[in-house]
């Protein structure tokens, strides 16, 4: 596949590289099922940054001419037909420069682009002076380490030798103790039996996926939704349907007639603060989809995740505090309050359902670190959970509220915003036709950062929304950041306003 | 499926059970493709003890009659012809009580029986005057938990913030650091990008089966086997065959008319104090694997996790300090010299595979617990991980060689064992057709503990075979525990020796 940029064209990289990959599709070069570079390797030879290759494969994924399939690698879809300029297919190069002859055959079926990654290698390796909107994590500046610290060290001095020893699979039973107690003040009532420790949410669901689901199972996801929730889910043979959440949450009758349609083996939910929208689902929904999923016999994944993050409005019951028929598989973890870097989450869920996660987590590791949950136990029976809980919410309704009146001072009047109850980040819509990837082009010029919608989408992709989060960043560069971006997507405006649209290019593909 | 136990009969009620499901097999009551209740159910619903199913359906599984699938239950075996008493099978039971009508059907298919799982639910939950064989884990009186709680102390003061935070998915940069430092002196020079750091082996082998292994693939595993490996690779589509290790140790021969005869996936070995035979891979036969994976083109897996403890002999170079080809996938932990209960290892691989696994890993669990990555490189920089090996060395040279001396003393004549040169375990042969299985439930009374060698292999097993972890067993215990065995035993060869053998039992079943 041989592509030429020119770096001096008024089209940006992306599109370059874009348009020459349908060229390439549309005469035949390129037929379907052939698998594309990995965006990887094309940067490389390109001589571009991998952001600029993985947002073209974006685009073209958006207009289903390519598909990425996880764990396999992005190919050329199935069922497009080439123009009649048609040509012979140039002999296929090897995409993979491995030091061993072998792995180049061996990795050559198993590779998979990763544009999220991307973005969490951009977010990682940031300059110190750039704003950053691209995580959903803790502020790290809440983060009592001293307090954890006392904590490390006198579960180490007191049960140091039990604890750095190998342990039960289901989790360390001082931790699960306190997991028991912090459920029930949350309207579970959760035995030892029913509650799983694992490494985080991300493993909930890759043990979830493991025991439930196989090649030839249908599994309904938000969409948009968590980046990890996909790649879990959308593995071989498996197909992945999207219940469409809009700025005003969860559609209910999409999901019903979903339900009735398919034989769905499992519903992936996120009641409070969906990620990405922030929606939250009324009681009434969540009685609702307690009712389909009973009726229609599909059990529930709820993520929990984001539930202590509750910044205004009234508490609502969990989908599992409601469950009265165990249909709820529920996960959470300590991530979004505090210390990700610890990875621990759990599990609630019947006994039958948590024996077969637990057999699936000692296949994957035998069980999670101890350390850390010996220390996190501690942490939650001094109390400190409850004040960092606290504290968190105080700082994140700051910066949401910071965030908002930014985004209303800032922002071209045609944009909207969901307002979220909880969580990390506020859900944009660009009007109509702009595009975030392109946005993000030029704020990151500026040292402005956040990640455009389509990452969250697995399919019907918005290209013209994004996610803006906020709970890491200080009200001041909030302020600024938000200001950046408003003034650049005001400058577009102006622009598209003078400009004709282009007649060569579709309406559907954004204009920049 | 109705058993009637009889408590008073002279069989024991493993061979009971395992009888009269012979008997409803041959009878036809039970049809091949079935599937049986798991040992847990059962042994509810007879009242006996789960280990007592648990060795009912191994004998069956050696026998052939039925077959466990990870993952999925077990089965009767396909192939089998009813008998000429053939009768009409019973309408079947569910075999799971689940709280939720629902999981009955959901997890019908996918329960899997672990008879590993009783075991070491065995070894957790032995009383604690039982002197226990059964596991290779460190011996914690030797940790230096006030050392590391210093590092964990020190580490949370300098970094805390930052490793409590969301950190890189291939490892913590200290610890890499480290382990480059440590694999430097093992003769293994790999750049960071051709490590990645694991929660621990097991992860390590899960990560390359989600990787490089797919249905239809042809796995080679050692037989017998460390059994997290087995249940990791066995999974529906793929094919495990064994390379037998003997007490001479891996077969080559064998190796090699296999690898010619199938076109393997991997291969997947222990040239180091292999589990759980303790034998060695001879430098010669080290540079002959190596020869044979370039000519089949098959990567090696190479589980290193026993190579800091050499008791005895000559040092000898890992596959990966030989690799010159790039073939080898090297996996390691800290588990075997302290720790475990942290679940820390590493893979060492060239950088695309590396890269591969990395991406793998990221959608498992996003990175591994980085306090205990952190605390971790503080005891290596500290030197503390070097003295510790040391003191190991030491004190599990003098438990081994009190081991030998009590097997010596002890054992029956006719009962031989592997001298390993290190690690952690004694793989002792018993006299042809005495069953470990048998020992154990006797053993077991005596408030002595060991792991039956069944429980490594899958397939052509030998009951005959035990595995003695002599590691975490004081030298005074370890002739206490060995002197009830060797009594046992000899009682037994005594009583087998009076009687005469039983016409009706088929003679590859054990005596007892």
Chains 1, 2 share one sequence.
Request: hydrophobic content about 40%; proline content about 7%; charged content about 25%.
């Amino acid at each position: 596949m041989h592509l030429t940029l020119d770096p001096n064209s008024q089209l940006p990289l992306y599109r370059q590289i874009r348009d020459q990959i349908r060229q390439l599709i549309t005469g035949g070069a390129l037929a379907p099922g052939d698998r594309l570079p990995p965006s990887r390797e094309l940067a490389r030879r390109l001589g571009v940054h991998r952001t600029t290759v993985a947002n073209a494969y974006a685009e073209l994924t958006a207009e289903n001419w390519i598909s990425g399939h996880v764990g396999r690698g992005t190919f050329v879809s199935k069922g497009i037909e080439p123009g009649p300029a048609s040509v012979a297919k140039p002999a296929r190069e090897s995409t993979i420069a491995a030091d061993g002859y072998l792995w180049t055959t061996l990795l050559d079926e198993s590779h998979a682009d990763d544009p999220l990654d991307v973005l969490i290698h951009d977010a990682l390796t940031a300059a110190p002076d750039t704003i950053s909107f691209i995580t959903a994590r803790p502020a790290e500046e809440l983060f009592p380490v001293d307090d954890f610290r006392r904590c490390c060290n006198d579960v180490l001095k007191r049960e140091g030798q039990r604890l750095l020893q190998l342990g039960p699979s289901d989790g360390y039973p001082s931790l699960k103790e306190c997991l028991r107690d912090v459920l029930r003040r949350q309207g579970i009532a959760a035995s030892a039996r029913e509650l799983l420790v694992v490494n985080g949410c991300q493993q909930g669901l890759d043990l979830v996926r493991r025991v439930f689901v196989h090649p030839g199972d249908t599994v309904l996801l938000e969409n948009p939704c968590y980046p990890g929730a996909i790649q879990t889910f959308r593995t071989p043979g498996v197909k992945c349907i999207g219940v469409p959440v809009s700025e005003q949450g969860l559609n209910l009758e999409v999901l019903e007639s979903l339900l009735g349609q398919n034989r769905a083996r499992l519903l992936v939910l996120t009641p409070e603060f969906q990620n990405p929208t922030g929606t939250t689902l009324s009681l009434e929904g969540r009685r609702r989809v307690l009712e389909l999923a009973a009726r229609y016999q599909v059990p529930i994944v709820e993520d929990h995740i984001y539930g202590a993050l509750r910044l205004r409005g009234r508490e609502l019951p969990s989908l599992k505090a409601l469950d009265r028929r165990g249909l709820v598989i529920h996960l959470n973890s300590f991530s979004k309050l505090c210390f990700p870097g610890l990875r621990v989450g759990w599990i609630v869920a019947s006994a039958p359902v948590i024996e077969r996660l637990r057999m699936a987590k000692q296949a994957t590791d035998l069980h999670t670190g101890q350390l850390a949950q010996a220390a996190l136990a501690e942490f939650c029976r001094r109390g400190l959970l409850d004040s960092l809980s606290e504290r968190a919410r105080t700082l994140y309704r700051t910066r949401l509220e910071a965030a908002e009146k930014a985004l209303a001072r800032h922002f071209p009047a045609e944009a909207r915003w969901v307002r979220p109850e909880g969580g990390m980040s506020i859900w944009v819509s660009l009007p109509e036709g702009l595009d975030a990837g392109v946005l993000l082009f030029k704020a990151r010029e500026r040292k402005v950062l956040f990640t455009p919608g389509r990452f969250f989408y697995f399919q019907a992709v918005r290209p013209n929304t994004l996610r803006l989060g906020f709970a890491g960043v200080p009200p001041r560069q909030i302020e600024q950041g938000i200001a950046v971006l408003g003034g650049l997507l005001k400058a577009e405006l102006r622009q598209r306003r003078r400009e004709k649209p282009q007649p060569t290019e579709p309406a559907r593909v954004a204009l920049v």
